[in-house]
């Protein structure tokens, strides 16, 4: 609910229409209420009013008729019903972030997101995940993503798009997949401070999982491709602990005891990043002043990670859009369009680095 409440009042308007329309409270050629009608139901002014009339406009499911005022299209364009099932318990957060960025366009071209939030995934859960599914035109697979779950939403049928990195393994080569270029991600955050003048640079990730190997992979060579490998030869990689409690803790514990300290971290995971930053400062170590702080980010923004954090960030909401995109397109067609897509890092400045002698 508190999601909603935070949506414009006008979508509000839009939303409750649109649902009497799909109801069929209002069918084809009924007159939608006055203006002055829905006002008062709503308790909003003339220009919310006039805004929420035309994104259903925009849409096709009302027109405006010369004397009559707006009425409900004979024949509003079908809607692609889309399923995002939300694995794990860290993703909602970010992603109603995301998602309110391309809301406008998503409805314009006629595609409705359902969400289901899969906290823990288990025979029981799967099993009603598969039911959920094939009640989509297509499901948009992101979170904590396993191999499991993308191979059991595929055995349904219904066309799938994996957006990001599986944990576990390879995303299967018949399922759809649009991810954040890992690579360039982490070469792009390694120019940047070095340009900034850091040559010890040290990486802290998370747990031992093939996302992270990656991570750890992409950071090797992209050390040794821009001449960083003896900054980070003697600098210990740091594997996050799994209780979240701990994670800040250990990290201000592993750079103390090191005997040549990094002049920055690149940390995997923004939110990770922000309370490491946090619990620095309530031990007396300043960032950026003590030590450079820079996130690979999956997306977050303020207030769910701290202002100014500088980071390199794969715009979830550029994927979503896209992978919706994919799946109407692959909606009743008779051959469907297997993609395959890494979509470029965007850089994030921010207070959290600074520069540094060479």
Not at 160 to 171: F, H, K, S, T, Y
Not at 223 to 238: K, Q, S, V, Y
Request: net charge neutral; hydrophobic share 45%; glycine share 10%.
């Amino acid at each position: 609910m508190a999601v909603a409440a935070a949506l414009p009042r006008y979508r509000h308007i839009a939303d409750s229409l649109r649902e009497e329309i799909r109801a069929g409270a209002l069918a084809p050629g009924m007159r939608v209420p006055s203006y002055r009608a829905l006002m008062e139901t709503h308790s909003v002014t003339m220009a919310t009013v006039r805004q929420a009339i035309s994104s259903l406009q925009v849409e096709g499911i009302i027109q405006s008729v010369p004397g009559v005022g707006c009425i409900v299209s004979d024949a509003p364009a079908k809607w692609i019903s889309i399923g995002v099932p939300v694995l794990g318990y860290g993703a909602t957060g970010y992603l109603f972030d995301e998602l309110s960025l391309v809301h406008e366009e998503l409805a314009a071209e006629r595609c409705d997101l359902v969400l289901r939030f899969v906290p823990v995934v288990d025979e029981a859960s799967l099993a009603n995940l598969a039911l959920w599914a094939q009640r989509r035109d297509g499901v948009m697979i992101t979170g904590r993503i396993s191999v499991r779950v993308i191979q059991t939403l595929a055995a349904t049928g219904v066309p799938a798009v994996v957006l990001g990195e599986p944990l576990d393994g390879e995303c299967p080569a018949d399922v759809s997949f649009i991810s954040a270029d890992v690579p360039g991600k982490v070469q792009t955050a390694l120019t940047r401070l070095i340009g900034m003048g850091h040559r010890r640079i040290g990486l802290v990730s998370g747990s031992a999982t093939r996302y992270y190997e990656m991570v750890s992979r992409c950071f090797q060579e992209a050390a040794r491709t821009l001449g960083l490998a003896e900054g980070i030869a003697g600098l210990p990689e740091l594997l996050l602990p799994r209780d979240r409690e701990c994670r800040a803790e250990a990290v201000r514990r592993w750079y103390l005891g090191l005997v040549e300290r990094p002049t920055a971290l690149l940390v995997e995971g923004s939110t990770v990043a922000s309370a490491i930053i946090e619990h620095f400062a309530r031990r007396g170590l300043r960032v950026p002043e003590d030590l450079s702080v820079a996130a690979i980010s999956g997306g977050e923004r303020p207030p769910r990670i701290i202002e100014g954090l500088a980071r390199v960030e794969g715009r979830i909401h550029v994927m979503l859009q896209r992978g919706a995109r994919v799946l109407a397109g692959n909606a009743g067609a008779a051959r469907r369009t297997v993609v395959r897509e890494q979509l470029p890092a965007q850089w994030i400045p921010g207070t959290t680095c600074r520069e540094v002698a060479s």
